[in-house]
């Protein structure tokens, strides 16, 4: 089955610092999502990718899913406390929906 | 569109009790997602509809896992009998098909004492 390694599995930062979290697939990737969930709540949709070497944008967040893709990178510039919950992406390996999500990525924004 | 609606939204029961868990889709969707989230296994996807009709079981873990859906607003994910590796969060999403955004409800946190 398809497997997505996300990495790393926890971040701290400090408010205002850039992060970056990436998500692996041994596999091509026909569609990445990505979704953010904060504690105890359900998943936020945030961005879709599917074309090799597009790049979105909302509001601080920026995600790209490379040239061959099997990675997609998410980007968070200048971090706030409201970035803070777990990011989690998934992949859709030519049904059309998302099949397998990654275990997640912990994300903390100190003051 | 008050989004996908779960209940309940917490469940505590019994090893070897019958658990029946519900979801309220988005008006308009035909895609209907179930989902089980643990610390260990992550986020999976147990069974999918589209048009009311099952798709994918695949993640279905066994036989004492069942998924209906017998109308467009309706699903419900039942476990007969519950076990305590049960326990976890069952997710239910909802989407218009195709490659497009699924929208989560606020989950079921279901444990098995």
């Known amino acids: 089955s398809q497997e997505l390694e996300q990495s790393p599995q926890s971040l701290i930062v400090q408010e205002g610092k850039n992060l970056t979290i990436n998500c692996t697939s041994s596999k091509t990737l026909y569609g990445l999502y990505w979704y953010k969930q904060k504690y105890g709540e359900g998943l936020i949709f945030l961005m879709m990718?599917?074309?090799?070497?597009e790049e979105k944008s909302h509001e601080k967040i920026t995600a790209k899913l490379d040239e061959k893709k099997q990675q997609s990178s998410l980007h968070i510039t200048a971090s706030q406390p409201s970035h803070a919950g777990i990011y989690l992406c998934g992949a859709d390996v030519g049904s059309g929906y998302a099949l397998n999500f990654g275990k997640g990525t912990s994300l903390l924004v100190t003051p | 569109d008050a989004g996908v609606i779960q209940s309940p939204r917490h469940e505590v029961t019994e090893m070897g009790q019958e658990v029946t868990l519900r979801c309220k889709p988005i008006s308009g969707h035909n895609s209907l997602f179930w989902y089980r989230q643990t610390m260990m296994r992550g986020l999976e996807l147990l069974i999918y509809?589209?048009?009311?009709?099952?798709?994918?079981d695949s993640g279905m873990p066994e036989d004492r896992f069942s998924a209906k859906m017998p109308n467009a607003s309706f699903s419900t994910l039942k476990i007969q009998p519950s076990e305590p590796r049960d326990s976890a969060v069952y997710f239910c999403?909802?989407?218009?098909?195709?490659?497009?955004?699924?929208?989560f409800g606020q989950g079921t946190r279901l444990t098995v004492v």
């Open positions: 509809f589209n048009n009311n009709v099952p798709i994918d």
């Open positions: 999403a909802s989407s218009s098909g195709g490659s497009t955004e699924a929208f």
């Open positions: 990718l599917q074309k090799g070497g």
